[in-house]
């Protein structure tokens, strides 16, 4: 497959992805402040322009997850990084979403990643060296040097906790946008539940 047909299959994936997400009201429930987003990079990514995401992101529209914008390559950056670092430990992973992280969420997804038998782990963001945090594009090498280290590889499921002006957010990565969609949503049907 050339690379004109592995970006149309990732395209068409991601929106695939999309309208999963789009038609799940739960997900709402998890959405976090800085909004959502779900990317899919190319193989041999090494920047974000060779990877695919959500213009604009992903916000709730009427009750419902709604993405601001068309898949588009190039238009994440910290989920691309994420991606593409992530890949370095771990060649099977091509794609991730993020959600809201809060203690009942955690709970939740400790048990999902347990039943379906899944890596899980979180980064300990006061541990974060200064220079990391302050200097771009140092952050995401160490959230996942710290994962690697902590875990002996890169859990499909994690989050980072509390961090200076940082909300704490989930991850789930996965082979393609629509494998990780369809965990995000079966974590929020479990939350809801788990809510009632």
């Given at each position: 497959?050339?690379?004109?047909?592995?970006?149309?299959?990732i395209m068409g994936n991601l929106?695939?992805?999309?309208?999963?997400?789009?038609?799940?009201?739960?997900?709402?429930?998890?959405?976090?402040?800085?909004?959502?987003?779900?990317?899919?990079?190319?193989?041999?990514?090494?920047?974000?322009?060779?990877?695919?995401?959500?213009?604009?992101?992903?916000?709730?529209?009427?009750?419902?997850?709604?993405?601001?914008?068309?898949?588009?390559?190039?238009?994440?950056?910290?989920?691309?990084?994420?991606?593409?670092?992530?890949?370095?430990?771990?060649?099977?992973?091509?794609?991730?979403?993020?959600?809201?992280?809060?203690?009942?969420?955690?709970?939740?997804?400790?048990?999902?990643?347990?039943?379906?038998?899944?890596?899980?782990?979180?980064?300990?963001?006061?541990?974060?060296?200064?220079?990391?945090?302050?200097?771009?594009g140092l952050s995401i090498p160490?959230?996942?040097?710290?994962?690697?280290?902590?875990?002996?590889?890169?859990?499909?499921?994690?989050?980072?906790?509390?961090?200076?002006?940082?909300?704490?957010?989930?991850?789930?990565?996965?082979?393609?946008?629509?494998?990780?969609?369809?965990?995000?949503?079966?974590?929020?049907?479990?939350?809801?539940?788990?809510?009632q």
């Amino acid at each position: 497959m050339n690379k004109k047909d592995r970006a149309e299959k990732i395209m068409g994936n991601l929106a695939q992805a999309v309208a999963m997400l789009q038609k799940c009201r739960e997900f709402s429930l998890l959405m976090p402040e800085v909004r959502v987003n779900v990317v899919y990079a190319l193989p041999g990514a090494d920047d974000s322009r060779d990877v695919a995401a959500i213009e604009g992101r992903i916000t709730v529209v009427n009750g419902f997850p709604h993405a601001s914008g068309w898949p588009e390559w190039g238009v994440s950056d910290h989920m691309a990084r994420l991606v593409i670092e992530a890949r370095k430990f771990n060649p099977d992973i091509n794609a991730g979403i993020n959600f809201k992280c809060d203690k009942s969420i955690i709970t939740v997804v400790k048990k999902y990643a347990r039943d379906n038998k899944l890596s899980y782990g979180w980064i300990d963001r006061t541990k974060e060296p200064q220079a990391a945090a302050e200097i771009d594009g140092l952050s995401i090498p160490w959230k996942v040097k710290y994962l690697v280290e902590q875990n002996g590889k890169v859990p499909v499921l994690f989050y980072e906790g509390d961090g200076w002006g940082k909300e704490p957010l989930f991850f789930a990565l996965g082979k393609d946008a629509v494998a990780v969609v369809k965990m995000a949503i079966e974590i929020a049907r479990s939350y809801k539940q788990a809510a009632q």
